[in-house]
Structures are given as C-alpha cells and as structure tokens.
C-alpha cells in the first residue's frame, strides 16, 4: 500500500485513539476538533475494509486488524520524528554548500581570519561570502536564505529566529603611545570629556553605545572624525592625538594603549542569529560551532 503525507496525518491521529481510547481526548492530543478525528477515523475504515476500533462501555477499542497493524505505524512515526529531531546529516569534507553571513566590518576583522582558518582545515570546498544587511531586513533575509547568519548586538523581535550570545567585552578609551592623556594617573569624566574622539558610523547622524550612555547624563563627547569603517581608525589614532571608544579586544589586537572609561557603560555583547527552520541542519549546526569557537579566541585576547 502506498503512504502518502495524507496518510501520515491519518495515522498519527489512528495511533492517538489507540492510545487515548477515546476520540475526544484523541482530538485533544492531536490539536483538532472531535468531529475532524471522527471523520479521519471513518477514511481509516474506508482504507483498511475494516471498523479499527468499536465504541464500548469503557472506550473505543481496537479491532483485531488494529492490532495487527498498529506497531507497524507506531514505529513509523517513531522514525519520523527521529529524523525531525536529529540533525541532518553533514560531511564538511565534500559538501560544496556557501554560507552567507551578514557581518559588519568590526566583526569580519575579529573573526574571519580565524573563521577561515578552521574552514580550510575542515571543508576545503565550502565558501563563504559576507556582507551587512540592514538590521531591519535581518530576519526577511534569513527566511528566505539570502543569509544563512547574522552577527548584531541585537537580537530581531523576530519569533522565527533564533540566536546565542558569542561576544562579550568592555569598552575603553584607545590611543597613541605616550598620548598626553597616559599622564593622568586616573581617567576622571572631566578629563574624557576634553579628549577628541572618532565616531564610527556608516549614517549621517548616530551615536555610539557610549555616546548614547554620556548623552543620558547629558554629557556630549567632542567628535572630531567621522568615519564609517572601524579599520580605518588603529592608524589614525597612532598617528594623531584623537581617541577611540571600542572594545578591549580591538584595542589589544591592533596595538593601542588604552584606559579603562570613568562610567558604568553597558558592556558590547554580540548574538549570532538565524532562522528557526535551521535548527537541526547539520550543516548550519557544525558552522554554528565554527563561528561560535572563533569568537572564543577572540575573548581569549582579554586573558
């Protein structure tokens, strides 16, 4: 006899009044209404040639072809659900798949060198590409599979993702070597708010996380550059007096000194988010994995 999806649904609800013994608390189980569960039920008699189940004094009971049949279908739709639960399987060695990841240029400096790394070594045919995607299109392009990942300090208000914490730091003040502000014993608000800063924004207006905490104390920082990409500043502030607020990790990695900021600033936290119909992908699991270890070398810095 030939199984099709319609006959799934049938069986599942068979299995539940084989269960329940009852076509209310069956209907109950299975999400339905009674009368859709009777209806299901008198298809299943149409199919078999047979009742399945007679109502009684104490329950429906089954027929002696139910009996004979029901193990069978219990152990297909154990299978089924296996296969739903388990992730696919995936070989790294031969799969030929492209990841798409919407990155902004902070991130792909601290994590694609390590990232590609581990790729080479475990997958010499994947590949992936990376560009940002605005933050409010995040989630349209990770239904649709334009993005396979995204990294962003905020997660969507989005009930069709999912994300992991993979990122956490504290903000510092960057500068030059021998800067006069290393002649401070200890960094007063005062004092940072007479240092000249570089704003990193790819919009024409918008403050940083620390701007926007200094701002709701009414306090406004002097920004005397405006850029857009964050890689651009490590030589910039070598080669001038300006300031960066960014992360102790980006100022370890480039080389600049720092001090720790005068203010309870919330820390910088990065999520990796995706789509919830890639939870059990093997494929989106075991690059989960990857891009989740190369943010822990990245933590590593601050040790």
Not at 14 to 23: Q, R, V
Not at 77 to 84: A, D, I, T
Not at 249 to 276: M, R
Request: proline residues 5%; charged residues 25%; contains cysteine.
């Amino acid at each position: 006899m030939k199984i099709s999806s319609f006959d799934l649904n049938l069986f599942v609800i068979m299995n539940s009044i084989y269960t329940e013994g009852s076509l209310t608390k069956a209907a109950e189980v299975v999400g339905i209404t009674q009368p859709a569960v009777s209806n299901a039920l008198s298809r299943l008699r149409e199919k078999f040639d047979d009742e399945l189940f007679v109502r009684t004094g104490s329950g429906m009971v089954p027929t002696q072809k139910t009996e004979n049949i029901i193990k069978d279908i219990q152990n297909a739709l154990q299978l089924m659900q296996k296969s739903v639960n388990e992730p696919d399987e995936f070989d790294p060695e031969t799969s030929q798949k492209t990841f798409r990841i919407s990155l902004g240029d902070i991130n792909e400096g601290r994590i694609l060198a390590i990232l590609m790394g581990k790729i080479e070594k475990q997958a010499p045919h994947i590949k992936l590409e990376c560009y940002y995607t605005a933050r409010d299109q995040v989630p349209h392009a990770l239904a649709t599979n334009e993005l396979s990942f995204a990294v962003d300090p905020f997660i969507p208000n989005s009930k069709d993702t999912n994300s992991m914490k993979v990122f956490i730091d504290q903000f510092v003040v960057a500068h030059r070597a021998n800067h006069p502000v290393t002649k401070i014993p200890e960094l007063t608000l005062d004092e940072m708010l007479k240092l000249k800063y570089i704003n990193i924004s790819n919009r024409k207006r918008g403050a940083s996380v620390v701007e926007m905490e200094m701002q709701k104390m009414q306090l406004q920082p002097e920004i005397a550059l405006r850029a857009q990409h964050y890689l651009v500043t490590p030589e910039i502030v070598r080669s001038s007096d300006l300031c960066l607020l960014c992360s102790e990790t980006f100022a370890k990695k480039h080389g600049l000194s720092y001090i720790e900021i005068p203010l309870n600033v919330p820390p910088l936290e990065q999520y990796l988010i995706w789509h919830n119909s890639d939870d059990n992908d093997g494929s989106h699991i075991w690059m989960r994995n990857l891009i989740s270890e190369s943010f822990e070398e990245v933590n590593s810095l601050k040790l």
